[in-house]
């Protein structure tokens, strides 16, 4: 793999667990992520200024309908997220959700396509759903008989929702930014997810939200900033590397997202939440790359 292209797809893949790891450590992570979501297109904006200002190529909202369907979809996925987040462990819903959506994806393609996966596909899923099983697995065995066992069953619930709408997203997301420009589709998204966001931060957890934002307003500012470089280092990548190569690599983040839940929120035992995550990322390059 060229080198600078898999020096850019690690860098993203530390942005994104990392300010997944700030959101899970925030005192409430559902409010954290809305906050994040109503922050990004002010970033996206200023780069959708800067593509028009500095190389002269103005907005273009061909796809907005497809913006819109993907700021949809995109801000369930955030919601679900905030949740697992609330109720479960890092270390689970993170490469659960993440793990999942390729999954997702090959299992629609061959019930609506009828795009059967290859031989190599077909290991490929089972090994990343054996990975899923032991973190399912390891969360639900620690926390066994004791009062609060619902509340990391239902976390994996919730990282099961993730998964889908991450797939769904990928696919809008994939089609919009073909049929218009990457930055300015991107920015059209966020304003929708943050247009979708705003009516329940003011009416289900207002007190809650102006709460985080007032503890953790850097932290925000933060990961909504590397939630957007972490997004353009991965299309730059794809410029530089075959598409299949960069899916990959950037699955990195699931084993540091683990890391940090483990070692820093100390969820879990560290030596079967890495098997596992070692599962799925292994099963993701295969799927990647043969599937």
């Given at each position: 793999m060229?080198?600078?292209?898999?020096?850019?797809?690690?860098?993203?893949?530390?942005?994104?667990?990392?300010?997944?790891?700030?959101?899970?450590?925030a005192?409430?992570?559902?409010?954290?992520?809305?906050?994040?979501?109503?922050?990004?297109?002010?970033?996206?904006g200023?780069?959708?200024?800067?593509?028009?200002?500095?190389?002269?190529?103005?907005?273009?909202?061909?796809?907005?309908?497809?913006?819109?369907?993907?700021?949809?979809?995109?801000?369930?996925?955030?919601?679900?997220?905030?949740?697992?987040?609330?109720?479960?462990?890092?270390?689970?819903?993170?490469?659960?959700?993440?793990?999942?959506?390729?999954?997702?994806?090959?299992?629609?393609?061959?019930?609506?396509?009828?795009?059967?996966?290859?031989?190599?596909?077909?290991?490929?899923?089972?090994?990343?759903?054996?990975?899923?099983?032991i973190?399912?697995?390891?969360?639900?065995?620690?926390?066994?008989?004791?009062?609060?066992?619902?509340?990391?069953?239902?976390?994996?619930?919730?990282?099961?929702?993730?998964?889908?709408?991450?797939?769904?997203?990928?696919?809008?997301d994939?089609?919009?930014?073909?049929?218009?420009?990457?930055?300015?589709?991107?920015f059209?998204?966020?304003?929708?997810?943050?247009?979708?966001?705003?009516?329940l931060?003011?009416?289900?957890?207002r007190?809650?939200?102006?709460?985080?934002?007032?503890?953790?307003?850097?932290?925000?500012?933060?990961?909504?900033?590397?939630?957007?470089?972490?997004?353009?280092?991965?299309?730059?990548?794809?410029?530089?590397?075959?598409?299949?190569?960069?899916?990959?690599?950037?699955?990195?983040?699931?084993?540091?997202?683990?890391?940090?839940?483990?070692?820093?929120?100390?969820?879990?035992?560290?030596?079967?939440?890495?098997?596992?995550?070692a599962?799925?990322?292994?099963?993701?390059?295969?799927?990647?790359?043969?599937?």
């Amino acid at each position: 793999m060229n080198p600078i292209a898999l020096l850019l797809v690690c860098i993203s893949a530390g942005m994104h667990a990392l300010w997944n790891y700030w959101a899970k450590r925030a005192t409430d992570s559902l409010s954290f992520l809305w906050a994040f979501s109503l922050v990004m297109p002010l970033f996206a904006g200023v780069a959708v200024l800067g593509e028009w200002l500095i190389f002269g190529h103005p907005p273009n909202f061909a796809t907005w309908k497809l913006a819109i369907l993907g700021g949809l979809i995109q801000a369930i996925y955030i919601s679900c997220m905030g949740t697992g987040y609330n109720r479960g462990d890092l270390s689970v819903v993170y490469p659960v959700s993440r793990g999942l959506a390729p999954v997702v994806i090959a299992l629609l393609a061959w019930f609506f396509l009828h795009e059967l996966p290859s031989a190599v596909g077909f290991v490929a899923i089972i090994v990343i759903l054996l990975g899923a099983l032991i973190l399912a697995y390891d969360v639900l065995h620690q926390r066994a008989g004791t009062d609060t066992a619902s509340r990391p069953a239902s976390s994996v619930r919730f990282a099961l929702f993730a998964s889908v709408t991450i797939a769904l997203y990928h696919v809008v997301d994939k089609a919009g930014a073909q049929g218009s420009s990457v930055l300015s589709y991107q920015f059209l998204m966020e304003v929708v997810i943050a247009i979708v966001i705003a009516p329940l931060v003011l009416t289900k957890r207002r007190e809650a939200f102006k709460a985080e934002f007032r503890k953790h307003r850097s932290l925000i500012f933060a990961a909504s900033l590397m939630g957007y470089v972490s997004y353009a280092l991965v299309i730059t990548a794809m410029m530089l590397e075959s598409v299949a190569y960069v899916a990959a690599a950037r699955n990195v983040s699931i084993l540091i997202g683990i890391v940090l839940g483990a070692t820093r929120l100390r969820e879990g035992t560290l030596s079967v939440r890495l098997l596992a995550g070692a599962f799925i990322v292994a099963g993701l390059f295969a799927l990647a790359i043969g599937g």
